[in-house]
């Protein structure tokens, strides 16, 4: 009798949680199968990203309403004519959003399909959305091995520098057969940026440099010594008083994978193959294996055996050739490989790519899409403008606030009303029991 009234008696009540002991028995408390899909889903890396997208559209729409010139004069009478404020502010940021769709991906305004396709593969001029995305996808490449193996390249500006450097002047001072020429002036830039970044990681095996300090002022060092050449003879096209290289040979340009209509060439195909690599490097290699298990424990891979130092040198050469691709696209593709180029021909790619890797959250298609998403953007930027009156740097401003999304997972989960995925699942109240009083212990004797 005893035993059966102790099994009665609430234990390790704390205020928030109880339990009853059960007489040769335990029940493991489970969360229902479609609750825990649900959790996995919702709290999941995917969703947190497709929302900061979202919010960060939204940001965006605000901004397109809050400087549109008609929104400003209807809202002086909002309350007088609501209507007005709200039928000007939903022109203005539906034809915005509209603008970046014709302008990025498809113009349906345009006479024909191959016409209207030009938004996204170039042509006429334009770049297109694939343009430019192609070098922020090879760039975000690099980035991405290095945030994955826990290094932090942030010196793609320099590496994209020395890579164009190199392929342009393989472009116009060497003459080669053609295929031959474009394959040379590639590996050249390729080799530039792999040596460029193994500086890094030499300097942080031998000596413990951190790599954020070494890669930012390798960067003031790859622009200055660009500048220098593109000065002297070495870079700068003959008998031009502007510090510009000559234009590229066309055997060493990037060839047209559809012909001359559209801008897209075989950088693209070069970006789907870094992408291909890349998940392969790091999903079904050994190598890969080493450089996921540096980045997530420094100390126990070195236990379990793997030469820490080693593999940072190998991540940031494997980075540097990557980002070396968006060098030799920008060198040897339409418009600077036609026309010769200056300091800037990095044009901020450097530093996008780590908002690209960011964003595709260090996973190699996830930074294809995402680059493919801030091509759309940069391509839409210009027609916004032209069609809308819209300032185009509310672009760089929608990327941003992506990354501060992106950056603040618990400020997306409250907004949403998320799970957190280390929410414990709390077993359903059970009704308690009181304790047996004496008289009912005596009255059952």
């Known amino acids: 009798m005893s035993e059966e009234i102790a099994a009665t008696v609430p234990v390790?009540?704390?205020?928030?949680?109880?339990?009853?002991?059960?007489?040769?028995?335990?029940?493991?408390l489970q969360e229902p199968g479609?609750?825990?899909?649900?959790?996995?889903?919702?709290?999941?890396?995917?969703?947190?990203?497709?929302?900061?997208?979202v919010l960060a559209l939204v940001a965006g729409a605000i901004?397109?309403?809050?400087?549109?010139?008609?929104?400003?004069?209807?809202?002086?009478?909002?309350?007088?004519?609501?209507?007005?404020?709200?039928?000007?502010?939903?022109?203005?940021?539906?034809?915005?959003y509209v603008a970046i769709f014709r302008g990025g991906v498809y113009n349906f305004e345009a006479p024909n399909f191959a016409t209207g396709i030009q938004s996204i593969l170039g042509g006429d001029g334009g770049?297109?959305?694939?343009?430019?995305?192609?070098?922020?996808?090879?760039?975000?490449?690099g980035i991405a091995v290095g945030f994955r193996s826990g290094v932090f390249n942030i010196g793609g500006q320099g590496q994209v520098l020395v890579a164009a450097a190199l392929a342009g002047y393989v472009s116009f001072a060497w003459t080669l057969p053609f295929g031959i020429?474009?394959?040379?002036?590639?590996?050249?830039?390729?080799?530039?940026?792999?040596?460029?970044?193994?500086?890094?990681?030499?300097?942080?095996?031998?000596?413990?440099?951190?790599?954020?300090?070494?890669?930012?002022?390798?960067?003031?060092?790859?622009?200055?010594?660009?500048?220098?050449?593109?000065?002297?003879?070495?870079?700068?096209?003959?008998?031009?008083?502007?510090?510009?290289?000559?234009?590229?040979?066309k055997?060493?340009?990037?060839?047209?994978?559809?012909?001359?209509?559209?801008?897209?060439?075989?950088?693209?195909?070069?970006?789907?193959?870094?992408?291909?690599?890349?998940?392969?490097?790091?999903?079904?290699?050994?190598?890969?294996f080493k450089f996921r298990a540096v980045g997530e424990n420094p100390r126990a891979a070195r236990i379990a055996g793997i030469r820490i130092n080693r593999m940072y040198i190998y991540v940031m050469i494997i980075s540097g050739v990557l980002v070396g691709i968006a060098g030799a696209y920008q060198a040897l593709g339409n418009p600077s490989g036609v026309t010769g180029f200056g300091s800037s021909i990095d044009a901020g790619i450097?530093?996008?790519?780590?908002?690209?890797?960011?964003?595709?959250?260090?996973?190699?298609?996830?930074?294809?899409?995402?680059?493919?998403?801030?091509?759309?953007?940069?391509?839409?930027?210009?027609?916004?403008?032209?069609?809308?009156?819209?300032?185009?740097?509310?672009?760089?401003?929608?990327?941003?606030?992506?990354?501060?999304?992106l950056a603040a997972p618990p400020l997306v989960r409250a907004i949403f009303h998320l799970p957190s995925p280390t929410a414990r699942v709390r077993p359903p109240a059970k009704p308690r029991r009181s304790a047996p009083t004496s008289e009912k212990v005596v009255a059952a004797k």
């Open 12 to 28: 390790g009540d704390t205020g928030t949680e109880s339990a009853e002991l059960a007489v040769g028995r335990t029940e493991p």
């Open 350 to 405: 450097g530093f996008s790519a780590i908002t690209v890797a960011l964003l595709g959250r260090s996973r190699p298609w996830g930074v294809f899409g995402a680059g493919i998403l801030f091509g759309v953007l940069q391509a839409g930027s210009y027609t916004i403008q032209a069609d809308q009156q819209v300032d185009p740097n509310i672009v760089p401003v929608i990327q941003s606030v992506i990354v501060l999304f």
């Open 181 to 249: 020429h474009m394959i040379v002036a590639v590996l050249a830039a390729l080799v530039g940026a792999a040596i460029w970044a193994g500086i890094v990681g030499v300097l942080k095996a031998r000596t413990g440099a951190h790599e954020v300090i070494v890669t930012i002022m390798l960067n003031y060092i790859a622009f200055y010594l660009l500048d220098y050449f593109l000065h002297t003879p070495v870079l700068r096209a003959p008998g031009s008083q502007n510090p510009q290289t000559p234009a590229a040979q």
């Open 127 to 141: 770049a297109g959305s694939l343009g430019y995305a192609t070098p922020l996808i090879a760039a975000g490449l």
């Open 34 to 53: 479609a609750n825990r899909v649900l959790r996995e889903i919702f709290s999941g890396g995917v969703v947190l990203t497709l929302l900061s997208v």
């Open 251 to 288: 055997s060493a340009l990037l060839f047209p994978l559809l012909g001359s209509n559209y801008a897209i060439d075989f950088g693209f195909l070069l970006a789907i193959a870094a992408t291909v690599y890349c998940w392969w490097l790091l999903s079904r290699s050994s190598l890969g």
């Open 63 to 96: 901004l397109m309403a809050a400087t549109n010139s008609t929104v400003q004069t209807d809202s002086h009478y909002f309350f007088s004519r609501p209507s007005d404020t709200l039928i000007a502010i939903w022109q203005s940021v539906s034809g915005g």
